[in-house]
């Protein structure tokens, strides 16, 4: 499985890349076809810009309020990935990108993708101090499959009995 997926990445995307450029060139010729793969990239740049550093507010303000910014986070990577793909030439991979600039639909698959690895895996964290005073945290994240394992290690000096 993750061969096929690698194979469409690295093979699928380019050649459907490089069909999509010579059809659009026959159409609008080559040089505007170069100008314009340089003009999405610049504005999918500039529109990066833009929305990271309101990405980077709305991280601020999750914090300031207490709670975990988890999907302040999984938006941010999107939004790297829009820029990364607005980045690399290709009309395949701009369309993909300027759809990642959207912030409603973004968000939108941001918490999509926290959901689905929320209902995958499984977090248990354990608070104490040691014997200088020191606060210690041990946590664990497992993978959720059809019969769990127990959660954390018996032997785990930190663990409270």
Known sequence: MVFII????????PALELATFIKVGAQVGVFNTIAFTFLTAIIGVGLVRHQG????????QAADEGRPPVLEIVSGALLL????????PGFIT?????VLLIPPLRK???AWIVARLASRVQAQAHVCT??????????EVVEIEDEPERIGHEDSPWRKK
């Open 6 to 13: 690698l194979l469409a990445l690295f093979v699928g995307i």
């Open 53 to 60: 550093f309101q990405a980077l507010t709305e991280l601020r």
């Open 108 to 110: 939108a698959l941001a």
């Open 130 to 139: 040691d014997p200088s005073g020191a606060t210690i945290i041990e946590a």
């Open 81 to 88: 990935l829009a820029g990364v793909l607005l980045f690399i």
């Open 94 to 98: 701009d369309a993909i990108g300027f």
